[in-house]
């Protein structure tokens, strides 16, 4: 690296850098004089490559799991699962609009071993197609009413659910249908999100080992 014309990787500064000492494999460290970061000018690590999120986040979509995330782009599992809660915590849910048709769903899968039941609660617009909000937790009207309140919010016209109890007291009864074929969508996209995540099919050893992971997971899938 250049001490003259050098750009920090940290804040985007244009300042003269400082020499900071080496690392223990000889490659030389330095300091931003403006945000005070420390940095090399490169690294040996692969997830310190600047596509790695973006990677991890496509190799989560295409239902790889940590491991084989880890194997694929040669960095240690730790890393993946840090990397997932970082990349999860800076996603932001989407703008709900006013006045919107929507269908509510559950689906079941498991939480540290198969005997611990945890259950996903999520609503998507019907005319989109798009996930607007999802809650994790069992299956009680507490975890239901994450949901609801948040369509209730926006002012939802129609909620469309399946028959389920919980349902009659949380939706006002002039916006809650139970048609036959009001839940077609999201029905799919319960298929959809078993086929695309591991930890989430019927048969498998993938499951998720925390609800901290699996909302993570859930919302790098749905708004990442």
Known sequence: ??????????????????????????????????????????YVYKAHLPQTNAQISV???????????????????????????SIASTLLKPVIPLGKEYELDELCTYIGKKSRHIWVAYALRTDTKEVVDFAVGRRTNKTLKRVT????????VKINT??????????????HKLKQ???NHIERMNLTLRTH????????????????MLSACLTI????
């Open 59 to 85: 190799l989560l979509k295409e239902g790889c799991g940590i491991r084989s995330i880890a194997r694929i782009l040669g960095i240690s599992p730790t890393t993946v699962q840090s990397r997932i809660l």
């Open 1 to 42: 690296m250049k001490e003259n014309g050098y750009k920090c990787i940290k804040c985007g500064h244009s300042q003269k850098p400082l020499k900071n000492g080496k690392t223990k494999m000889g490659i030389q460290r330095y300091k931003c004089s403006s945000c005070g970061k420390r940095f090399q000018d490169h």
């Open 149 to 156: 309140n948040t369509l209730l919010g926006a002012e939802a």
């Open 197 to 212: 995540l591991k930890r989430l099919n019927r048969r498998t050893i993938c499951f998720s080992k925390s609800m901290a």
């Open 162 to 175: 399946d028959k389920l109890r919980n349902y009659r007291s949380l939706v006002p009864r002039h916006i």
């Open 181 to 183: 074929y009001g839940t």
């Open 221 to 224: 899938y749905f708004w990442g």
